[in-house]
């Protein structure tokens, strides 16, 4: 008969404040890349928090035009594998192309595009890259499933309070064995129903480094 043993726990003095994502995302399958299974995403460009969390990827997506500069100094930071935003909105086209081409050459097990992202541009990642490209959803009016026909490797739905809804559905058009990463929400209830819905990996935003610096700020007013 076989026993399942509990970790044991090497702890750090120094490094016992991380970000912890929420045990429940462990119910997911997890997406396997390069033989690795990912089943929790976090959700960040801050460098700090890169460092300092227990989540098996990184997908570091920004609102700024994406440059490599950004990219190099997230997979010099980070120590598990860095999905890239290489842009899909205002930069896109052959540019995006570009940045995808160098961030896999720094290291990067992935691109991330925005929403606005054609079809074509997946065509042309598939082209050029050997890393997967992944597309984010943000509504069902959106042509997911002819931007997997043109090449997109995984699906990043991000669908705010609708995320549960959306994957159910896309998941019915996609079938059981599509990747399917999925933003879950602020509570373990809301984790657990987008997992539910069909979703293989979660994302998940961590509080920001303000707020850990806050609450220990007040613990040093205390005394």
């Known amino acids: 008969m076989k026993y399942k043993r509990m970790p044991p726990v090497v702890a750090s003095n120094l490094r016992t404040k991380i970000i912890h994502i929420p045990s429940v995302i462990e119910e997911a399958s997890g997406i396997k890349v390069k033989g690795r299974i990912i089943r929790s995403m976090l959700f960040s460009t801050d460098l700090a928090i890169i460092r300092n969390h227990n989540a098996d990827a990184i997908i570091a997506v920004y609102p700024f035009t994406p440059e490599l500069s950004i990219i190099k100094a997230l997979l010099d930071v980070s120590t598990v594998p860095v999905f890239a935003g290489v842009g899909g909105g205002v930069t896109s086209g052959r540019r995006s192309v570009e940045v995808g081409l ?10 991330v595009l925005n929403h606005p992202a054609s079809p ?5 990642l598939k082209e050029v ?22 090449g997109a490797s995984i699906l990043n739905v991000s669908g705010s309070k609708d995320t549960p809804d959306m994957v159910r559905e896309i998941r019915k058009a996609v079938g059981e064995d599509f990747p399917i990463i999925a933003t879950g929400g602020p ?15 979660i994302t998940y935003t961590p509080p920001s480094t303000s707020f850990f610096l806050r609450e220990i700020m007040e613990n040093y007013r205390k005394g």
């Open 102 to 111: 160098q961030a896999e050459l720094l290291g990067a097990m992935g691109v």
């Open 120 to 124: 074509e541009l997946f065509t042309s």
């Open 129 to 150: 890259l050997d890393i997967p490209s992944i597309a984010t959803i943000a509504t069902l009016k959106d042509d997911f499933l002819a931007k997997i026909k043109a």
């Open 187 to 201: 509570t373990e209830e809301s984790i657990l129903e987008t997992i539910k819905a069909g979703a293989n990996t």
